[in-house]
T-cell receptor, first 114, second 111 residues
Framework: DGGITQSPKYLFRKEGQNVTLSCEQNLNHDAMYWYRQDPGQGLRLIYY???????QKGDIAEGYSVSREKKESFPLTVTSAQKNPTAFYLC?????????????FGQGTRLTVV | DAKTTQPTSMDCAEGRAANLPCNHSTISGNEYVYWYRQIHSQGPQYIIH???NNETNEMASLIITEDRKSSTLILPHATLRDTAVYYC????????????FGAGTRLTVKP
């Protein structure tokens, strides 16, 4: 089945360690997105990529890094520079908006830094 | 993308229609209105989208005002499983640019 997969679902890390969250899609979508969600809050855009080998910062990119070496994959690294990394992270993919297009989301990774 | 504003929360009785408003007063002529919902601790799910005309699918109806500055998502017969956060966003047609969400409306369907 076509879809977007995030792994792992739960992730625990010690403070000061970098951690990479995986996002893979087999929908042949050009664009991919990373969001952060804190309890009771909406989705905030971290990074997005419109095409392979290209990405742009969103509203809260500090302390995060991404790469887009393959169309199917858009991993997010939470670095030690991120002051408060504990959050729910969501990945999405999309084709350009049109009559028959929509964005698809993964089921999220809940990161806890202790 | 144009910004949207939505009420923070709404309640609806089970079996009744839920009408969720969204204001997008700065929308451009080439921007779609999209609606998504997020059930607790899951990824958002697509509901419906439209450009100018009203739209209906198996989940909901979307009513867009003639001036396109606001829209209403209608869940015709709300069930307890429709309790979720509903997001309204606008996206430029045919351009895969940023996709920004606001805080959404938390809909609670009550028995």
């Amino acid at each position: 089945d076509g879809g977007i997969t995030q792994s792992p679902k739960y992730l625990f890390r010690k403070e000061g360690q970098n951690v990479t969250l995986s996002c893979e899609q087999n929908l042949n979508h050009d664009a991919m997105y990373w969001y952060r969600q804190d309890p009771g809050q909406g989705l905030r855009l971290i990074y997005y990529s419109q095409i392979v080998n290209d990405f742009q910062k969103g509203d809260i990119a500090e302390g995060y890094s991404v790469s887009r070496e393959k169309k199917e994959s858009f991993p997010l690294t939470v670095t030690s520079a991120q002051k408060n990394p504990t959050a729910f992270y969501l990945c999405a993919s999309s084709m350009p908006p049109g009559r028959y297009t929509e964005a698809f989301f993964g089921q999220g990774t809940r990161l806890t830094v202790v | 993308d144009a910004k949207t504003t939505q009420p923070t929360s709404m309640d609806c009785a089970e079996g009744r229609a839920a009408n969720l408003p969204c204001n997008h007063s700065t929308i451009s002529g080439n921007e779609y209105v999209y609606w998504y919902r997020q059930i607790h601790s899951q990824g958002p799910q697509y509901i419906i989208h439209g450009l100018k005309n009203n739209e209906t699918n198996e989940m909901a109806s979307l009513i867009i005002t003639e001036d396109r500055k606001s829209s209403t998502l209608i869940l015709p017969h709300a069930t307890l499983r429709d309790t979720a956060v509903y997001y309204c966003i606008v996206r430029v047609v045919y351009v895969n640019n940023d996709m920004r969400f606001g805080a959404g409306t938390r809909l609670t369907v009550k028995p």
